[in-house]
């Protein structure tokens, strides 16, 4: 007997899930707000890595899109491997490579050191944030405690990239553009060390990697966004746009056959056909369009017109970051007396109210009068959206592919705001060129010879008219915006049929729900 215990395999670590579920949810919050507020705190430091690197103004926002690009196309893949090789293992693999990433990305000497880094950080995220979801569903019982523990990562995933347009201010104004890559090394590093300890680890399902549909997949989802970031520097008819835009429908058609062929794909294909869930994914893929535009926008706005500072501009979103956080809370707290639906229709409804307002933007506009509202609108909306979309999202999805799911919910978050934002860049582009024309010939009806010859020597407008084209091209591309906000209610009204069960069962995340 003795010997027989002695060659037992010893039983898997356990985390202290009982006694301490605040500290899981922290963690697992941490790492979620980690990832998610990366896409927007380089933002306000875009300026100075550019004299610090001598990064040109078009592929200065590769450093932007290096980072969502690659974090968008692999986090199918993130979500698999933490179905087969173990969530928190996973989990945990993602958060130091997502470390090291910024660690490399802060000492960096020159802008090709830093777009690998940021690619890296990509990676880092795509591996952790799926597997932080699903995380939830392994640790927290269904019912209230799962709802609540989903609304606490949800105000986190919704207010991340504000809180990142604020740390981005102040770690650039009090210290340097590097720490907004270094900040993430030390919390990466005091996760890491948690996690085993306070993290339930999830049962492991044997089987294959799909690395053909991985493949497929990622590269035909960066190959589509860069077509429409191309489009909007070099127009429609560019030789490279058009190819990319080609590669992409060759890849992503690949990528659908493949995963009708293979016996354990990447992304199961079935899970689009409950008609809720493929709802939750149309619904996030047009509200994170609106969400991406309307972050880089109004940071735009508030810069270049109202002229505030990096950390004043960080500062002013913290309204939109409040109304989150106040809204996923109070989503969360009564999914099991309402249901999700009329939470998706109600914030849908103040995304699109939210984005029209913006929409009537002007050059006399001030923070009070034209920027405070519409983000407030636009934060309820959003805070609304995140608790019953997750929920809804992964009702009646077996435990195996819980990660399939969640990571399809951030894929269609990622890449819709990458598209969004690179279609409205587009629009932007466009209105700004025609207004420019405009504004040229007024300025030059009013200009001194001095000043037309100077205009014409530098090619650059002075700052009332140049400010004037930038306005116009804000407004048009927010009325863009308007196209993905209206498509959202129209989702959450007509699509989403979640009943809502006398005595508030409500949505069941991992299956066999109401």
């Known amino acids: 007997m003795a010997a027989s215990h002695a060659l037992a395999p010893a039983p898997p670590a356990t985390a202290r899930r009982g006694q301490h579920p605040g500290t899981a949810l ?31 103004t078009t592929d200065l926002s590769w450093v932007i899109n290096a980072y969502t690009l690659t974090f968008g196309g692999l986090l199918l893949l993130g979500g698999r491997t933490g179905d087969i090789l173990g969530r928190r293992r996973v989990f945990i693999v993602g958060v130091l490579v997502f470390s090291l990433a910024s660690l490399l990305g802060g000492v960096a000497q020159s802008s090709a050191w830093l777009l690998a880094a940021r690619a890296l950080q990509g990676l880092g995220g795509a591996i952790a944030s799926p597997t932080a979801l699903a995380l939830i569903a392994t640790n927290f019982k269904e019912g209230r405690e799962r709802n609540r523990a989903f609304g606490v990562y ?7 990239g504000a809180v990142g347009l604020l740390l981005g201010g102040m770690l650039t104004s009090w210290l340097s553009w590097r720490w907004v890559l270094f900040v993430n090394v030390p919390i990466g590093i005091v996760i890491a060390l948690l996690a085993p300890l306070y993290i339930n680890e999830s049962e492991r399902h044997p089987g294959r990697f799909d690395l053909t549909g991985a493949f497929t997949a990622t590269v ?19 030789a490279v746009t058009l190819t990319a835009f080609s590669l992409a429908v060759v890849l992503l058609g ?12 990447i992304t199961p294909l079935h899970l689009f056909r409950e008609r809720n869930r493929s709802g939750a994914y ?60 009329p939470f998706l229709v109600t914030g849908s409804v103040l995304v699109f109210c939210g984005v029209f307002w913006a929409s009537r933007i002007d050059i006399d506009s001030t923070y009070a009068g034209g920027i405070l509202g519409p983000t407030l ?33 951030n894929t269609t978050q990622q890449v819709g705001g990458s598209l969004g934002l690179s279609i409205l860049v587009t629009v932007y582009g466009t209105a700004g060129r025609n207004e420019a024309g405009r504004q040229v010939g007024k300025f030059l009806r009013q200009a001194t010879p001095q000043q037309a010859a100077r205009f014409r020597a530098s090619g650059k407008l002075p700052a009332p008219y140049s400010s004037e084209v930038l306005v116009h091209g804000i407004a048009t591309a927010f009325r863009m915006g308007l196209v993905f906000a209206a498509l959202a209610v129209l989702i959450a009204v007509f699509v989403i049929k979640v009943p809502r069960v006398p005595g508030g069962a409500g949505v069941s995340p991992s299956g066999g729900g109401t």
């Open 26 to 56: 922290t963690v697992i919050a941490a790492t979620q707000l980690m990832v998610v507020l990366d896409i927007t705190i380089v933002n306000i430091a875009l300026p100075h890595i550019q004299r610090a690197l001598s990064f040109s």
């Open 154 to 160: 949800s105000a986190v995933a919704g207010a991340g």
């Open 220 to 238: 035909g989802v960066v190959s589509l966004v860069y077509g429409f970031i191309r489009a909007s520097e070099h127009g429609w008819t560019d």
């Open 254 to 265: 690949a990528f659908l056959v493949n995963e009708r062929r293979v016996p354990q794909p």
């Open 282 to 341: 149309g619904l996030m893929l047009c509200v994170a369009a609106a969400m991406f535009g309307i972050f880089f926008f109004i940071t735009l706005f508030v810069q270049e017109i109202l002229d505030f500072s990096p950390l004043r501009a960080g500062f002013a979103f913290l309204p939109i970051s409040a109304a989150i956080v106040t809204a996923a809370q109070f989503a969360a707290r009564n999914q099991l007396r309402w249901g999700p639906k």
């Open 377 to 409: 609108l636009f934060g309820f909306g959003m805070g609304s959206i995140f608790v019953p979309v997750m929920l809804t999202a992964v009702s009646r999805v077996a435990p195996h592919e819980t990660g399939a799911a969640t990571g399809m919910l």
